[in-house]
Every structure is written in structure tokens, then in C-alpha cells.
């Protein structure tokens, strides 16, 4: 396609080309079982070693703190179910808001008899700590909040959500699977137990994940098998990804200025355009504390589904409620938890930018989506 704008990179982002370039020799010659004992293995051993190595600088972490996954799902289920089995307590906490990775495990476990508080958020989707701080019980083994919101990008305060978790001596864990690259993650000033990440959201490829685990937390793994991982996580290590994965954590660490500098820049311009010159047009979520890539917008009186359509035959790639719920009719739970309408939630749409997007191609969208959205809101009048 010629004109093709990719404006969905929460949902997933392109593959770096050097990230391409480390993993390419992964797949051909040097193909050994990092496990093995000979020469041919132990080189694969050391390039994952190195990824380690790179992932845990991104963070700020100890290399022997980070676990490879096969994606955010998982690094979250492993997290909430070690800390479940570790305390032998049943009670959960999370949040409205948090992507099915951690939502329907929770709804899962309250099916098992689990408790699980679901902490609501308030009308700019950010967190009341107040009830954070009220809802933790004597039986509380986790709480589980993420850090960036993956459909409106707003922030909760984590810095300040470990301080109440560590007073109160309950485990914390935080899904930050759309943060590295976009916002500084440094978990030694920070007092989280895990931390998962999720390589397709970093310009690494997907089926790669990293689960964090601070020293000292006893962790009980999820998956059963041989001894990788330093027997944390059974299964033969996806070392082409983990290549990758660390290759892409060295450039998200230096693209951090840019994200937070150029990204936002776009972002803004394209959120401020789009309010000025589309009637009825709102932003959903607390403007400042967002990611810097971010943008919900709704689109009053327009149906978002509709709109996904137009804009894709337009080449514009853009997302209504988040990837893995799309297909479904039901309003965006993130905005519903905000208390925004069913209407408005059906009129709402995500645009998340990267550091691949360029002017132009915001040019060209605010040419083309005022324009678009005027014409489905007159069918909707008629
Ligand atoms: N958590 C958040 C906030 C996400 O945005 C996603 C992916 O959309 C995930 C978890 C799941 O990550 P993965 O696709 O690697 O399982």
C-alpha cells in the first residue's frame, strides 16, 4: 500500500531493523541449544546471557533478576500465581482497567474461590490510593496494577503505589508491558516485586516476554520442566526473540529523549488539530500524567467501528478499545470503568504513535479525518 500510516503500535510495533540484523544469525548458523554443554551451544548461551544483560539495563535491574517468558500474558500470570502459591493467602488486588491478561485471570480466580478487590478509577482514569491503601487485607498475597494503561496510556502513580505495598508488606506487581521506551523504568529506586514486559510492544518480535523478579522474592514457577531459566521457566529458551528482545531494550533505552520529546510532540499536534477542527471531539484520560504516545479520542456522534473501516481503506491503521477485544460490540471496559457513556465509548478511538511515525503522515491524517468523521456523523443524522 503506498500510503499505509501505522498509528496502533499498544497493540503491537514493527521489528527494529538491527533488531532484524542480531537476530538473523540466530536463525541460521548459530541454531545450538544454549543448554548444551559443547563450544556450538555455549555461544548461543552467551548471546542470551547478553539479551539479559541489555534487558536488565533498561530497568535498572540485576541480570539474574530477569526471566525470559514467551510474552506479557504470561510474565503477569506467572507473577500473580508464584505470589498466590508462595503466601498460601487468596486474596487478590487489581484494577478495573487492566488488560485481559490480568482481568480475566482475576475473573478466573474469583471463580476458584479466590478473593479479588477490583479497584474502580476515577473519571480521568487515574487511581484513588486511598481505596488502594483500604482494600489491602491480612490476606492479601498481591496487588497487581499496571503501570501505563494500554487504550488510554494514562499512568498510575507507581512509585507511589510500591511505597504503600511495601509499608503495608504485601507483594506488588506491575504489568509495564507499554512502558519501556516510553516512560523510565529504574526498579531500584522503585519497591516492586515483578514486573512484566512484553517484546512486540518494544520493536522486538512477539512470542517474547520478561518477567522481573526482585532478589529475594521467592518465586514459584508457573511452567514445569527442564532447568532453564535457572528452573524459573521450563522450556527451551526462544533464543532468536531473546536476541532480539535484548537488542531492542538497548534501543528503547536511547530512544527514551525522543519518545518523550519528538513522539509527544506529534502526538500532541495530532490530538490538538484533531479537538480544533472535529466538533464534539474530546480526549479520553488524564492529559498529563499519559504516556507520551497516546491518543483516545472520541469522536462524538460518530460510530467507531465504522470509522476503523473508512480509515482503513485509507491505509490508517488506528484501534477502537484494545486489540484483544476488538471484534466484540461491547464498549471499551477501561472507558466504561471511567464512566464514560456506551455511546461515547462506541464513538472512541486509539491512536498510538512510535518513533517510526513521521510529520507527514500526522499531515496527512488531520487531512483526511475531520473530513471523514463529518460524513458519518451526517448518515447517522439521516
Ligand atoms: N499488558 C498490557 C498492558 C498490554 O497492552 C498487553 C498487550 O496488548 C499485554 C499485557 C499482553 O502482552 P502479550 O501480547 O505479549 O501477551
Known sequence: ?????????????????????????????????????????????????????????????????????????????????????????RHLITSQVEHSAVLHMGESLEQQGYGVTWLPVLADGTLDLVTLEDSIRPDTAIVSLMWANNE????????????????????????????????????????????????????????????????GVPFIPFQIGGGQERGKRAGTENVTSIIGLGKAAEIAKENLIEEQTRVRAMRDRFENRILELVAGARVNGNRAERLPNTANICFQGADAQELLAILDEQGICCS???????????????????????????????????????????????????????????????
Open 1 to 89: 500500500m503506498s500510503h499505509f500510516n501505522y498509528f496502533d503500535n499498544n497493540a503491537t510495533t514493527a521489528i527494529a531493523p538491527e533488531v532484524f540484523e542480531a537476530m538473523v544469525p540466530f536463525l541460521t548458523e548459530h541454531y545450538g541449544n544454549p543448554s548444551s554443554a559443547y563450544g556450538f551451544g555455549k555461544k548461543v548461551r552467551i548471546a542470551v546471557e547478553q539479551a539479559r544483560a541489555q534487558v536488565a539495563a533498561l530497568i535498572n535491574a540485576e541480570p539474574s533478576e530477569i526471566y525470559f517468558t514467551s510474552c506479557g500474558t504470561e510474565s503477569d500470570n506467572a507473577a500473580i500465581w508464584s505470589a498466590l502459591r508462595s503466601t498460601k493467602k
Open 152 to 215: 488510554t496510556g494514562v499512568l498510575f502513580p507507581i512509585e507511589k503505589i510500591a511505597a504503600i505495598c511495601r509499608e503495608k508488606k504485601v507483594l506488588f506487581h506491575t504489568d509495564a508491558v507499554q512502558c519501556p521506551g516510553k516512560v523510565p523504568i529504574d526498579v531500584k529506586s522503585l519497591a516492586v516485586d515483578f514486573l512484566a514486559i512484553s517484546g512486540h510492544k518494544l520493536h522486538a518480535p512477539k512470542g517474547v516476554g520478561v518477567l522481573y523478579v526482585r532478589k
Open 320 to 382: 477502537a478499545g484494545s486489540a484483544c477485544t476488538t471484534g466484540s460490540v461491547e464498549p471499551s471496559h477501561v472507558l466504561s470503568a471511567m464512566g464514560v457513556s456506551q455511546t461515547d465509548a462506541k464513538s472512541s478511538l486509539r491512536f498510538s504513535f512510535s518513533h517510526f511515525n513521521q510529520d507527514s503522515e500526522i499531515d496527512r491524517a488531520l487531512e483526511l479525518i475531520p473530513h471523514l468523521v463529518e460524513t458519518l456523523k451526517q448518515k447517522v443524522t439521516i
